[in-house]
């Protein structure tokens, strides 16, 4: 090999290298673990649960969620206080830190679907739609509608007196 030969291949590396190193590094946000409850006849309104998690190693903030079964799709907080006094009010955006998530639960961060286009019947699925900054195009999870009323377990059943 010629010391021509040597240094173009010593440029083509570090010119690899460096396209590497420039590159944005990709985050890859993930939900999982995704549910909602089936909806009373003739409600226009239902909640999501998920867990969000952030693999990457950038800051991601959620710009957009949609979903075809309803009108609108936001984020909310609720709460019940000391005297059992529920409470909701809308949350304006999320950020997921690196390594970071985030869990959706009952009487915390949830999902609001309002002007539902169609009821959610349990074992059905319902997609969710996500857009993160950073990400060309959404990415979907879906939710698995379980019953209105969770099933009581034998063991509850036992306790009840007829």
């Known amino acids: ?3 021509n030969s040597l240094r173009m291949g010593a440029a083509l590396v570090a010119a690899i290298l ?6 944005p590094a990709m985050a890859d ?7 909602s409850r089936a ?3 003739g409600a226009k309104e239902a909640v999501g649960y998920l867990v ?8 991601r903030k959620l710009l957009k969620i ?3 079964v309803s009108d609108a799709v936001t984020l909310h907080r609720s709460s019940v206080d000391a005297q059992g006094v529920a409470r909701m009010w809308p949350v304006g ?5 690196p390594g970071e998530s985030v869990q959706f639960e009952p009487n915390a961060l949830h999902v609001m679907f309002t002007d539902l286009k169609t009821a959610f019947k349990a074992g059905d699925k319902v997609p969710l739609i996500l857009q993160f900054d950073g990400f060309e195009k959404p990415f979907t999870v879906m939710l698995e509608v379980r019953p209105l009323v969770p099933e009581a377990s034998a063991a509850d059943h036992g306790n009840h007196k007829h």
């Open 1 to 3: 090999m010629n010391n």
């Open 18 to 23: 460096g396209m590497a190193l420039a590159a």
């Open 29 to 35: 946000v993930v939900g999982s673990a995704g549910w």
């Open 39 to 41: 909806t009373a006849p």
């Open 52 to 59: 969000l998690t952030n693999d990457g190693d950038e800051e």
């Open 66 to 68: 949609t979903s075809p």
């Open 93 to 97: 955006f999320l950020k997921l830190a």
